[in-house]
């Protein structure tokens, strides 16, 4: 019906004067679909957008995005190729029909949002004084000014990467753990409706991984952004357990010649698969990772050594703020090393010279205080 294809254009945020819908097609391939569509002069280029199953039927609806304006007046009423595909029927939104259609949802949702109904908007058209009639100028100046408001929905926002699930991962695209991450964040950032959500992780997606939600939207069609989710962790994350997760980030430790900052970024990309397979709340992600960090890191290791003094000392740190901290460190101890290896060349011929030991070392107390912890000197 016209106004499912109007609802269908509405979810897209296609212009429907810039759309058309075929019925009837069967199972071809996208390729097939585009030649049929080329076949056509008058629609130009053309994109195909969607597609949803028949109930009735073995064949799909097809959405198709146009460049030029389409009407019933400028369309065959059957698209194929004679003798090989089609035909199928052709449909196109009535504009006059979706501007109405249109207009009475945003004035049935304002008057909902306002706690009036179509009764009192009655009352307002009968006029008994000026004012009565001054009193609807305003409100219908009102109803027109935040019809026209533009949508969240529609507002600019960033691209997803590009994710297809092919192996090896081509270039210019991401790894599914990446890729994974970065959506799930964006996921809960946006501040938009489900339908657009979905159509923003689709543009994502291509390959395999296109298929895969192509398939489960034949097979629910009401499947929200976290179901999509769900289905390409299903087929592309790790098949271990978050139970298997969490014993195998509790027995990763820090390598020999590792520096601990590259160690914590291990322990937090095992973190977050955890999180993504739902083994922990994100409110325990902080004490997890110091906790791993004080058992787990080498020790030799002095920055790990500093973190298992101190740690107690004050709330565990966010995974930024215990990485700058760490890094801060690594580059004043390299820095340290540098100066005392170029003091070492002069010294060396001298004889009894003794290496001289790390500032830390030597005032181990004036270190942690410089480093702001809460340690006085009575």
């Known amino acids: 019906t016209t106004l499912r294809e109007s609802a269908w254009c509405k979810g897209y945020q296609l212009d ?35 597609k949803r199953p028949d109930m009735t039927s073995k064949t799909v609806f097809v959405l198709v995005q146009t460049v030029t304006d389409v009407t019933e007046q400028t369309l065959p009423d059957q698209f194929g190729i004679p003798g090989e595909v089609g035909p199928w029927p052709v449909h196109v939104i009535p504009a006059t029909k979706l501007k109405q259609e249109d207009f009475q949802a945003k004035l049935l949702s304002f008057l909902e949002h306002e706690g009036k109904s179509i009764s009192d908007v009655k009352e307002l058209l009968t006029p008994s004084s000026l004012d009565v009639n001054t009193a609807l100028v305003n409100a219908i ?96 994350g790790t098949t271990e357990t978050s139970s298997d997760l969490l014993v195998k980030f509790r027995q990763t430790f820090q390598s020999e010649g590792e520096k601990l900052s590259m160690y914590l970024l291990r322990l937090d990309k095992l973190l977050h698969c955890i999180f993504r397979k739902g083994g922990l709340q994100l409110a325990d992600m902080n004490r997890l990772r110091i906790e791993q960090v004080v058992r787990g890191a080498s020790p030799d290791d002095m920055i790990a050594m500093r973190i298992r003094m101190t740690h107690k000392l004050r709330p565990p740190p966010s995974f930024s703020d215990l990485l700058k901290d760490v890094r801060e460190e690594e580059d004043m101890l390299q820095g340290r090393t540098d100066v005392v290896l170029q003091g070492s060349k002069v010294c060396q011929g001298f004889r009894g010279y003794q290496k001289p030991k790390p500032f830390w070392w030597t005032y181990p107390m004036i270190f942690l205080k410089n480093r702001g912890f809460p340690i006085s000197f009575k």
């Not at 058309?20 to 008058?42: C, H, M, Q, R």
């Not at 990467?161 to 790894?175: I, Q």
Request: glycine share 4%; charged share 25%; proline share 5%.
């Open 141 to 236: 100046s009102s109803l027109v000014d935040k019809c026209n408001a533009p949508s969240a929905d529609i507002q600019s926002y960033r691209k997803l990467r590009m994710f297809s699930g092919v192996r090896p991962t081509p270039v210019g695209e991401e790894e599914y753990d990446a890729w994974a991450e970065q959506t799930t964040h964006m996921l809960e950032e946006w501040q938009c409706s489900d339908s657009i959500k979905k159509q923003r992780v689709v543009e994502s997606l291509k390959g395999p991984a296109a298929d895969i939600i192509r398939f489960l939207r034949a097979q629910n069609p009401n499947a929200t952004a976290d179901d999509y989710m769900q289905a390409l962790e299903t087929a592309f």
């Open 16 to 50: 429907p004067a810039h759309a058309l819908v075929l019925s009837g097609v069967s199972d071809v391939s996208d390729e097939v679909l585009k030649e049929v569509l080329s076949s056509v002069k008058i629609l130009g280029k053309t994109r195909i957008i969607d």
